[in-house]
């Protein structure tokens, strides 16, 4: 069974520094488009990032874009976010999330296989 | 590329439910829909427009054409009380990702 767990959430103060991990395990994690999307307390779903199976084709939310990286480590089948410059806004659940097949820069299979989340609070 | 649904519909026990997905030419894009249960990660109920997931109900079907999408929901009963998400891949080049619509919460009466 595919599996996702996520880490490293927790509370910081704005202007701050984060860094989620997302532990894969039950699939060839080499092989798939990884994602992270977030939900704010009480409010919809927000895409935040994409990578590559390869991590050539990295995409981002204008929402995150130059404030967060997503990078990941096939050998230790690990998805990374790191998150800078954190505000208010950010706060959420944050979501791994797997590909269920297809994806390249035209058009992406939907998100099959979702973690648990975990909860990244920004406050003073 | 904005995706627009609204934000509650609420249907009898056995009737059926319909949400709908506005967004630019949406018939070009192959839409995914998610149900969300309070407290869980969303699940995939439809994808590329009208598929099904293996362990999904044949009372779940998709259909998307020219501006719109919809999800339909027959024989509704208490639990497919949830809220719906709608998902299209943006391809734009400037913009390339997923976008979500904003939700829309059925309310089984």
């Known amino acids: 069974d595919v599996q996702l767990v996520e880490s490293g959430g927790g509370l910081v103060k704005p202007g701050g520094s984060l860094r989620l991990s997302c532990a894969a395990s039950g699939f060839t994690f080499s092989s798939f488009t990884m994602n992270w999307v977030r939900q704010a307390p009480g409010k919809g779903l927000e895409w935040v990032s994409s990578i590559s199976a390869s991590s050539i084709n990295l995409y981002y939310a204008d929402s995150v874009k130059g404030r967060f990286t997503i990078s990941r480590d096939n050998a230790k089948n690990s998805l990374l976010l790191q998150m800078n410059s954190l505000r208010a806004e950010d706060t959420a659940v944050y979501y791994c999330?797997?590909?269920?097949?297809?994806?390249?820069?035209?058009?992406?299979?939907?998100?099959?296989?979702w973690g648990l989340g975990t909860l990244v609070a920004v406050s003073s | 590329y904005v995706l627009t649904q609204p934000p509650s519909v609420s249907v009898a026990p056995g009737q059926t439910a319909s949400i709908t997905c506005a967004g630019d030419d949406i018939g070009g894009y192959s839409v995914h829909w998610y149900q969300q249960k309070p407290g869980q990660a969303p699940v995939v109920v439809v994808y590329?427009?009208?598929e099904r997931p293996s362990g999904i109900p044949e009372r779940f079907s998709g259909s998307n054409s020219g501006n719109t999408a919809t999800l339909t929901i027959t024989g509704v009963d208490a639990g497919d009380e949830a809220d719906y998400y709608c998902?299209?891949?943006?391809?734009?080049?400037?913009?390339?990702?997923?976008?979500f619509g904003g939700g829309t919460k059925v309310t089984v009466l």
């Open positions: 590329d427009d009208y």
């Open positions: 998902q299209v891949w943006d391809r734009t080049s400037d913009h390339q990702g997923y976008v």
């Open positions: 999330a797997r590909v269920l097949g297809y994806c390249s820069p035209t058009a992406c299979s939907p998100l099959a296989s």
